[in-house]
């Protein structure tokens, strides 16, 4: 196309150079003639046509062809109201892990207030990522955890939480650890996303 019309200025001149030639327009590209329409609104304000492309080419306005990247990918809405049985969030393997975790970490530890903030961050960071692990990378659950380490001293401690969640579908896990120096409450919320 090209190489037989030469280079063109604005969208007007194109457009004669089309309209003068030899080649049915039937045999244009609907995308094409959009993307013309498209480009006329801003040829007609004296804007110079940049780009056009023809049937999975892409031409320049020096009549080079550049390379097509190839279709863009567009996901749409599922529209899946509930969890598949195999992606339902695993309650027992999350406590499983929750204990694992602390016992790791935790295991004949002294509570030090100024080491607790960084092993708070490593132990919710290690559960966050087994339990999404666990999960697999097509789930649609928003995995949150929360870690409290405190110093035990013999004094009693209760640790609550409210969450706004549709019950049929959203899970929590929780595992309890205490030694003679420290206590430490975990819980891992699965809350599923539509």
Same mark, same amino acid.
């Given at each position: 196309?090209? %190489? &037989?019309?030469?280079?063109?200025? !604005? =969208?007007?001149?194109? $457009?004669?150079?089309?309209?003068?030639?030899?080649?049915?327009? +039937?045999?244009?590209?609907?995308?094409?003639?959009?993307?013309?329409?498209?480009?006329?609104?801003?040829?007609?304000?004296?804007?110079?046509?940049?780009?056009?492309?023809?049937?999975?080419?892409?031409?320049?306005?020096?009549?080079?062809?550049?390379?097509?990247?190839?279709?863009?990918?567009?996901?749409?809405?599922?529209?899946?109201?509930?969890?598949?049985?195999?992606?339902?969030?695993?309650?027992?393997? %999350? &406590?499983?892990?929750?204990?694992? !975790? =602390?016992?790791?970490? $935790?295991?004949?530890?002294?509570?030090?207030?100024?080491?607790? +903030?960084?092993?708070?961050?490593?132990?919710?960071?290690?559960?966050?990522?087994?339990?999404?692990?666990?999960?697999?990378?097509?789930?649609?659950?928003?995995?949150?955890?929360?870690?409290?380490?405190?110093?035990?001293?013999?004094?009693?401690?209760?640790?609550?939480?409210?969450?706004?969640?549709?019950?049929?579908?959203?899970?929590?896990?929780?595992?309890?650890?205490?030694?003679?120096?420290?206590?430490?409450?975990?819980?891992?919320?699965?809350?599923?996303?539509?």
């Amino acid at each position: 196309i090209n %190489a &037989e019309y030469g280079e063109f200025q !604005t =969208f007007q001149h194109y $457009l004669i150079q089309i309209n003068l030639s030899t080649m049915p327009m +039937k045999l244009w590209h609907k995308k094409v003639l959009t993307k013309i329409i498209v480009a006329g609104a801003a040829a007609s304000h004296g804007h110079r046509l940049s780009s056009f492309s023809s049937q999975g080419s892409t031409y320049n306005s020096s009549g080079a062809q550049e390379e097509n990247k190839g279709p863009q990918i567009g996901y749409e809405n599922t529209f899946q109201l509930a969890p598949k049985d195999s992606q339902k969030f695993p309650t027992k393997k %999350a &406590e499983d892990i929750l204990k694992n !975790t =602390f016992l790791t970490h $935790l295991l004949d530890s002294k509570y030090n207030s100024d080491n607790c +903030k960084n092993l708070i961050a490593q132990i919710t960071e290690t559960v966050k990522t087994q339990v999404k692990a666990e999960l697999g990378s097509n789930n649609r659950y928003k995995i949150v955890v929360l870690v409290i380490i405190g110093s035990n001293q013999g004094q009693g401690a209760r640790v609550a939480s409210r969450c706004l969640w549709y019950p049929k579908y959203d899970r929590f896990a929780q595992y309890e650890y205490h030694n003679e120096s420290l206590f430490a409450v975990g819980i891992v919320y699965g809350v599923y996303y539509e």
